[in-house]
């Protein structure tokens, strides 16, 4: 069975902290992995990883994926309040299949 | 282009009656996915479908729970006899193309309360 892990399961930091958040995986036929933002609705797409190795960045967010080891961090840079949030990871195989999400709750 | 709409955003139904949720995907999406998320948990997949097939619906409980995606119009998930435990947030994704090509974009979600 398609199994996403991830970890923490919750997270408190402060304002400008950095924070790693990790998502492992087991899945069959594996394609890509993804991470998403949910604040209280929909989530709301990150970043798409297809190759190991390759940083992909968009402002203070960045993420990285390890096919060999199977698992994928996502990196927040001086985080924000606005960063509090569930992020998601997913990994499409024959289908999506999402984590149970790490809790991000950032102090001002 | 309008997003993922779900309707209705909020739903109540009583023990016993049948729920109706409706997911009309983007325009130009034919691959749609429905995930069902309890509070403090992440998305738990459900069904798979593109238009007119089932393609994996794995994480259907095998009663009481449907789901369609029709020629012509949204796709649903039916719940017949609801009961306390269905409640829950039910999410619906689109894609143009299955996996891996694309992210899945996702609806706002309907609130589903059994009293």
């Not at chain 1, 985080?79 to 709750?105: E, H, M, P």
């Amino acid at each position: 069975e398609d199994k996403v892990v991830q970890s923490p399961l919750s997270l408190v930091v402060h304002e400008g902290d950095t924070v790693t958040l990790n998502c492992s995986y087991e899945v069959t036929n594996f394609r890509s992995l993804l991470w998403y933002k949910q604040e209280k609705k929909a989530p709301t797409f990150l970043f798409m990883l297809t190759s190991s190795g390759i940083e992909k960045k968009s402002g203070r967010l960045s993420s990285i994926l390890d096919k060999k080891e199977l698992f994928s961090i996502l990196n927040i840079t001086a985080t924000q309040t606005g960063d509090s949030a569930v992020y998601l990871c997913a990994v499409s195989g024959n289908k999506l299949v999402f984590g149970a999400g790490t809790i991000l709750r950032v102090k001002s | 282009n309008a997003g993922v709409m779900q309707n209705p955003r909020h739903l109540v139904r009583r023990r016993g009656q049948e729920a109706r949720l409706r997911c009309s995907p983007m325009k130009g999406h034919s691959h749609v996915y429905w995930y069902r998320q309890l509070p403090e948990e992440g998305l738990k997949f459900m069904v798979y479908l593109q238009k007119e097939n089932i393609i994996d619906e794995s994480g259907m409980p095998k009663e009481r729970f449907s789901a369609e995606f029709p020629k012509e119009g949204p796709s649903i998930l039916r719940i017949q006899q609801v009961v306390r435990g269905d409640s829950a947030a039910y999410f619906c994704a689109s894609s143009p193309v299955a996996p891996p090509n694309t992210e899945a974009f996702f609806g706002q979600g309907t609130r589903l309360t059994v009293v």
